[in-house]
């Protein structure tokens, strides 16, 4: 079996495919929950499997290098182990988590030095001890080590940047290639795609990326402050770059709508924080648009929490009881707003997918979006 089939591609860019695991398929395009520290907050694995219908799930080295530490993951036999998932994984290098999360960091030709969040202890990371930490995780997909600029930054400073990104890359395989897997599956390095909004670097970037000749490829760098418009013709020209017969991901999107324009543009993987953050935060994303489930107008509204929900919650729920425990800041507010939410994105991309296999997602997304934004 391939890594990965397309199995259909729409009239333009949009494709449907499988991408084939040994732990298992994913069906693409697919929303990838985050489960940073061994869990997606606040979802047993059960619920993620039986009633989110999550494919493939997300962990980060930066996180699971500090805490439960390498030692452990490895005495537990990896993450599919430790934390009693038997589906896909997929890890970040922990680049993006070192520039966002450590309380101060200096960036050498060698690696990231960086004082942990946790305890301050002082640590380092490069791209043969992000390989190292991801070995021993053990996911089937990890990525390589990257930096991902600021946004804005000028020019020569992202050019830099980039091109340090690629002789990371470098160092990344060189590595791998040297040191196998630890546990008994394969695992496939994906290289990341840097150059923030500048299209000439985007296309340096995109081919070099491409040169590398992985099995799935990543856009990395959006996301991070940058107006909508320029997220989407960035992501538009690099995936008229990447290989067309392998899995691209774009890294941390985002919004319903986003990941339905991304998909248009030829995107097969999105991971975000948003689904389960903004569930934290009373925030749901329905078919008929977004609720802040701690407004005044849900307070007697006892109909189903959304009818046209996938999820158990949906469905046993009124909206009047999730507002109440929301205002009452009960746990169970959390728990539901985040089952909720995910199962929402998984079926967002299993019907995106449908419409792609059916020949009219580019009539059907032009018609869902601005149901999406709406605010109810
Ligand atoms: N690089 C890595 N992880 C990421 C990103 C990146 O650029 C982003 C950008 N939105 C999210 N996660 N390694």
């Not at 430790?82 to 690696?111: C, H």
């Not at 490069?126 to 990890?142: L, N, T, Y």
């Amino acid at each position: 079996m391939k890594f990965f089939e397309i199995e259909k591609t729409s009239e333009s860019k949009a494709r449907a495919g499988v991408i084939t695991t040994d732990h298992g398929q994913i069906q693409t395009p697919i929303f990838m929950p985050v489960g940073t520290v061994a869990s997606v907050k606040t979802v047993h694995q059960r619920e993620l499997k039986e009633d989110i219908k999550a494919q493939i799930i997300l962990g980060n080295t930066y996180h699971l290098m500090l805490r439960p530490t390498m030692d452990i993951m490895e005495q537990a036999g990896g993450l599919h182990k430790f934390m009693n998932w038997d589906r896909p994984i997929l890890t970040d290098s922990g680049g993006y988590q070192v520039f966002s999360l450590a309380k101060s960091r200096k960036i050498t030709e060698e690696g990231v030095k960086f004082k942990s969040h946790i305890d301050g202890s002082l640590r380092f990371m490069s791209p043969e001890v992000s390989m190292q930490i991801q070995r021993q995780i053990g996911a089937d997909i990890f990525m390589a080590f990257d930096e991902c600029i600021a946004y804005p930054s000028d020019y020569n400073a992202v050019k830099t940047s980039m091109e340090l990104t690629h002789r990371w890359l470098k160092r990344c395989i060189d590595w791998t290639e040297e040191n196998k897997e630890l546990y008994d599956h394969k695992q496939r390095l994906f290289p990341i795609v840097q150059g923030s909004c500048f299209s000439d670097l985007r296309k340096i970037s995109a081919e070099v990326i491409s040169e590398a000749g992985a099995e799935g490829n990543a856009i990395g760098g959006l996301s991070v402050g940058e107006p909508e418009e320029e997220m989407y013709r960035i992501t538009n020209e690099v995936t008229d770059i990447l290989p067309k017969d392998k899995p691209r991901y774009l890294m941390g999107v985002g919004t319903p709508w986003n990941i339905i324009e991304s998909i248009g543009f030829g995107v097969d993987m999105m991971d975000c924080v948003m689904p389960t953050r903004n569930a934290r935060n009373a925030m749901l994303f329905t078919w008929q648009g977004v609720m802040n489930m701690k407004n005044e107008k849900w307070k007697t509204d006892f109909s189903p929490l959304d009818e046209f929900g996938t999820s158990f919650v949906d469905q046993e729920y009124t909206k009047a009881y999730v507002r109440h425990l929301f205002v009452a800041k009960e746990y169970l507010a959390k728990q539901i707003a985040s089952i909720h939410n995910l199962a929402f994105y998984l079926d967002l991309v299993k019907v995106a997918r449908e419409h792609i296999i059916a020949g009219d997602f580019y009539q059907w997304k032009e018609q869902i979006i601005p149901q999406l934004k709406k605010r109810l």
